[in-house]
Protein backbone atom coordinates (compact mmCIF):
# COMPACT_ATOMS: atom_id res chain seq x y z
CA UNK A 1 0.00 0.00 0.00
CA UNK A 2 0.47 3.58 -0.36
CA UNK A 3 3.63 4.60 2.69
CA UNK A 4 1.52 7.74 4.53
CA UNK A 5 3.29 10.66 4.11
CA UNK A 6 6.29 11.22 7.07
CA UNK A 7 4.53 14.23 9.19
CA UNK A 8 8.33 14.66 10.31
CA UNK A 9 7.85 12.09 12.45
CA UNK A 10 10.13 8.88 12.33
CA UNK A 11 7.80 5.33 11.29
CA UNK A 12 10.35 3.64 14.27
CA UNK A 13 12.48 4.63 16.98
CA UNK A 14 15.42 6.89 16.18
CA UNK A 15 17.96 6.35 19.11
CA UNK A 16 20.32 3.69 19.14
CA UNK A 17 22.42 4.95 21.74
CA UNK A 18 22.26 7.74 24.14
CA UNK A 19 25.22 10.10 25.03
CA UNK A 20 26.70 9.58 28.27
CA UNK A 21 28.51 12.97 28.57
CA UNK A 22 27.04 16.02 30.52
CA UNK A 23 26.60 18.34 27.36
CA UNK A 24 23.78 20.77 29.09
CA UNK A 25 25.52 23.50 28.04
CA UNK A 26 26.13 22.72 24.29
CA UNK A 27 22.40 22.14 23.39
CA UNK A 28 21.27 24.09 20.65
CA UNK A 29 18.10 22.73 20.71
CA UNK A 30 16.14 19.66 22.60
CA UNK A 31 13.28 17.14 20.21
CA UNK A 32 10.99 15.30 23.03
CA UNK A 33 9.27 12.52 20.74
CA UNK A 34 6.75 10.72 23.09
CA UNK A 35 5.86 7.04 22.76
CA UNK A 36 4.16 6.30 19.82
CA UNK A 37 2.62 4.20 17.66
CA UNK A 38 6.10 3.29 15.80
CA UNK A 39 8.55 3.64 18.93
CA UNK A 40 7.85 2.04 22.61
CA UNK A 41 10.07 4.33 24.42
CA UNK A 42 10.67 8.39 24.76
CA UNK A 43 13.21 9.39 22.67
CA UNK A 44 15.04 12.81 23.36
CA UNK A 45 17.42 14.17 20.33
CA UNK A 46 19.56 17.22 21.48
CA UNK A 47 20.95 19.10 18.40
CA UNK A 48 24.26 21.00 19.52
CA UNK A 49 25.39 24.44 19.03
CA UNK A 50 27.45 22.68 16.35
CA UNK A 51 24.76 21.69 14.37
CA UNK A 52 25.34 17.80 15.47
CA UNK A 53 22.59 15.51 17.00
CA UNK A 54 22.82 13.35 19.51
CA UNK A 55 20.39 11.39 21.47
CA UNK A 56 19.65 11.38 25.79
CA UNK A 57 18.13 9.47 27.71
CA UNK A 58 14.73 11.02 29.55
CA UNK A 59 15.80 8.82 32.24
CA UNK A 60 19.26 10.20 33.48
CA UNK A 61 18.96 12.36 36.26
CA UNK A 62 21.55 14.95 34.24
CA UNK A 63 19.33 14.98 31.29
CA UNK A 64 16.18 15.96 33.47
CA UNK A 65 17.84 19.17 35.08
CA UNK A 66 18.92 20.11 31.29
CA UNK A 67 15.09 19.80 30.24
CA UNK A 68 14.28 21.65 33.64
CA UNK A 69 16.90 24.24 33.47
CA UNK A 70 15.71 24.95 29.75
CA UNK A 71 12.06 25.21 30.71
CA UNK A 72 12.86 27.86 33.70
CA UNK A 73 15.36 29.77 31.78
CA UNK A 74 13.74 33.28 31.22
CA UNK B 1 29.80 39.88 5.41
CA UNK B 2 28.90 36.06 5.12
CA UNK B 3 25.52 35.31 7.12
CA UNK B 4 26.51 32.07 9.17
CA UNK B 5 24.67 28.49 7.69
CA UNK B 6 21.61 28.24 9.81
CA UNK B 7 22.46 25.52 12.31
CA UNK B 8 18.94 23.93 11.70
CA UNK B 9 18.64 27.29 14.99
CA UNK B 10 16.75 30.28 13.60
CA UNK B 11 18.49 33.95 13.69
CA UNK B 12 15.52 35.18 15.46
CA UNK B 13 12.34 33.88 18.06
CA UNK B 14 10.36 31.99 16.39
CA UNK B 15 7.03 32.29 17.80
CA UNK B 16 4.69 35.34 17.82
CA UNK B 17 1.74 33.82 20.01
CA UNK B 18 1.43 30.27 22.09
CA UNK B 19 -1.53 28.45 22.16
CA UNK B 20 -3.82 28.52 25.01
CA UNK B 21 -5.82 25.30 24.43
CA UNK B 22 -4.87 22.26 26.58
CA UNK B 23 -3.68 20.21 23.60
CA UNK B 24 -1.02 17.69 25.32
CA UNK B 25 -2.39 14.28 23.85
CA UNK B 26 -1.76 15.96 20.39
CA UNK B 27 1.45 16.13 20.27
CA UNK B 28 4.06 14.05 18.23
CA UNK B 29 7.42 16.11 19.22
CA UNK B 30 8.01 19.18 21.15
CA UNK B 31 11.00 20.82 20.36
CA UNK B 32 12.98 23.09 23.02
CA UNK B 33 14.42 25.83 22.03
CA UNK B 34 16.54 27.75 25.27
CA UNK B 35 17.63 30.95 25.15
CA UNK B 36 20.40 32.02 22.49
CA UNK B 37 21.72 34.88 21.17
CA UNK B 38 18.84 35.35 18.64
CA UNK B 39 16.20 34.53 21.24
CA UNK B 40 15.64 36.10 24.65
CA UNK B 41 13.00 33.57 25.66
CA UNK B 42 12.62 30.09 25.98
CA UNK B 43 10.67 28.54 22.71
CA UNK B 44 8.42 25.89 22.42
CA UNK B 45 7.11 24.33 18.99
CA UNK B 46 5.00 21.03 19.27
CA UNK B 47 4.48 19.19 16.20
CA UNK B 48 0.49 17.55 16.25
CA UNK B 49 -0.12 14.38 14.94
CA UNK B 50 -1.49 16.75 12.02
CA UNK B 51 1.19 17.65 10.95
CA UNK B 52 0.48 21.52 12.10
CA UNK B 53 3.18 23.04 14.20
CA UNK B 54 2.13 25.45 17.25
CA UNK B 55 4.32 27.34 19.90
CA UNK B 56 3.69 26.68 23.81
CA UNK B 57 4.39 28.98 26.61
CA UNK B 58 7.14 26.93 28.57
CA UNK B 59 5.93 29.21 31.90
CA UNK B 60 1.90 27.60 31.45
CA UNK B 61 1.55 25.41 34.16
CA UNK B 62 0.09 23.02 31.49
CA UNK B 63 2.68 23.17 29.17
CA UNK B 64 5.38 21.97 32.31
CA UNK B 65 2.61 19.00 33.03
CA UNK B 66 3.04 17.90 29.15
CA UNK B 67 6.75 17.86 29.28
CA UNK B 68 6.59 16.21 32.43
CA UNK B 69 4.79 13.64 31.16
CA UNK B 70 6.15 13.17 27.81
CA UNK B 71 9.99 12.72 29.75
CA UNK B 72 8.47 9.96 32.32
CA UNK B 73 6.31 7.98 29.80
CA UNK B 74 7.55 4.54 29.23
Redesign the interface.
Known sequence: GRIPRS???ELHCRCIKTESKHIGSR??????????SHCD??EIIA?L???QKVCLD?EAPWV?KV?Q??????
Do not use: C, D, Q
Open positions: LGVIAKAELIPVNKTTKTGPKIRIMSSK
